[in-house]
């Protein structure tokens, strides 16, 4: 069964850095792209970054791109996700998911989700 372990939220200061974690099993993890999301409260999930299976291209919004860097360690079954220069409204529930499309050229499609780890900037 797919399963999907976030680590490494917490509360920090606006400006501040993390690197949330999380680790995949069920599947053949380096044949599908990883994704990030967040949830803010009262907000729809919205799409942060993605990787390519191969760990070559990265995707992200623009809300973020600049400060946040995904990467995954295949031999690891881990997808990581630095968030630096961290902003108050990168408050939300960060979530990893799986790619749908085995060796997608570009993940846009996912299936899976992880429970989240919550991600708080204070001003």
């Known amino acids: 069964q797919v399963h999907l372990v976030e680590s490494g939220g917490g509360l920090v200061q606006a400006g501040a850095s993390l690197r949330l974690s999380c680790v995949a099993s069920?599947?053949?993890?380096?044949?599908?792209?990883m994704g990030w999301f967040r949830q803010a409260p009262g907000a729809e999930r919205e799409f942060v970054a993605s990787?390519?299976?191969?760990?070559?291209?990265?995707y992200y919004s623009d809300s973020v791109k600049g400060r946040f860097t995904i990467s995954r360690d295949n031999a690891k079954n881990t997808v990581y996700l630095q968030m630096n220069d961290l902003k108050p409204e990168d408050t939300a529930v960060y979530s990893c998911?799986?790619?749908?499309?085995?060796?997608?050229?570009?993940?846009?499609?996912?299936?899976?989700w992880g429970q989240g780890t919550q991600v708080s900037v204070s001003s």
């Open positions: 998911a799986k790619g749908e499309v085995v060796f997608s050229r570009r993940p846009q499609k996912f299936d899976y």
């Open positions: 069920g599947f053949i993890f380096s044949n599908y792209g």
């Open positions: 990787v390519k299976w191969s760990g070559a291209n990265t």
